[in-house]
């Protein structure tokens, strides 16, 4: 027995979203995104907009699962950073991790404690 019209129609609409899913980690921007997947998915404007509605709910949640292990994942990828700079020998780069990484974990506030004398000067008129 075939399947429902229903069925069919919400995998279909469940595919096309996750094709615009992976599509919109290309960088492109929103508008060009749904004009790219109006084209590809054959689909009406309205459409696409509606799919990328629900590209931005995925979105959202997979920021908020993924925010409370994005310090951890930051941090690692400085410290790879690091490395690898050193290794070619990018030294400014990987000073510039470092201060970074510094930051980070409260390391390099900055402090500027300059003890430089003070110098007054003072104009006086010309006494008789």
Known sequence: MPEPLTDRTTQAREDRIRRLYRRQLDGLSARALVYDHKEKEQISIQTAWRDWSEVKKLVDEDWQADRENMLARLQHMRTKL??????KGQLQTASQVLD????????????????????KISIEDKGD
């Open 82 to 87: 690091f490395h690898q700079a050193l290794k």
């Open 100 to 119: 970074s990484i510094g930051r980070v974990i409260g390391e390099s506030v900055e402090t500027v404690n300059i003890q430089a004398p003070e110098l």
